[in-house]
């Protein structure tokens, strides 16, 4: 994994599964960690969106990451989802993607070596083609292309 994007709640803080989430990155070698405050349209004080800050960046830093440089977007998926709040809806969710595209770098891909996709199955059937179950999740968050596809393709 390249990155990771830690969702914590303003209202409540680090949790102890956001302990477990951050030494899990560690654990697997997630080197960019994101910071996502969330319910902001809950908790409305700064003060304690400041005090929620410290302490996943005490947190980040007690697990070797960088939490004084970590970059902590703040809005409501909530709002996102509903459509009402834009400012702290759609745009925080914007100015997550654009976060993403700054701090998470692009990966060296070996284009070089012949491409490769995971067949699921493959099954032959006598005096018939064979029948191919591939089934390729894509994921693209470019600048230019933000969108989500999920592709099961069958084959007769």
């Given at each position: 994994m390249d990155a990771g994007i830690l969702v914590v709640s303003a209202?409540?803080?680090?949790?102890?599964?956001?302990?477990?989430?951050?030494?899990?990155?560690?654990?697997?070698?997630?080197?960019?960690?994101?910071?996502?405050?969330?319910?902001?349209?809950?908790a409305r004080d700064d003060e304690i969106h400041e005090l929620v800050e410290m302490e996943v960046k005490e947190l980040l830093n007690k697990y070797e990451y960088p939490g004084d440089t970590t970059s902590f977007v703040k809005g409501s998926a909530l709002c996102a989802c509903n459509g009402t709040e834009p400012e702290i809806g759609e745009q925080a969710i914007l100015k997550l993607l654009e976060t993403m595209d700054k701090e998470i770098p692009l990966p060296e891909r070996a284009s070089n070596k012949p491409f490769m996709m995971s067949i699921e199955s493959t099954f032959t059937i006598p005096v018939r083609l064979p029948f191919h179950h591939?089934?390729?999740?894509?994921?693209?968050?470019?600048?230019?292309?933000?969108?989500?596809?999920?592709?099961?393709?069958?084959?007769d």
């Open positions: 209202v409540d803080g680090a949790m102890p599964q956001t302990r477990e989430h951050i030494l899990l990155c560690r654990q697997v070698g997630v080197k960019t960690i994101i910071v996502f405050l969330n319910k902001i349209d809950v591939i089934r390729c999740l894509s994921l693209f968050l470019g600048k230019r292309n933000r969108r989500h596809r999920y592709h099961r393709i069958r084959k």
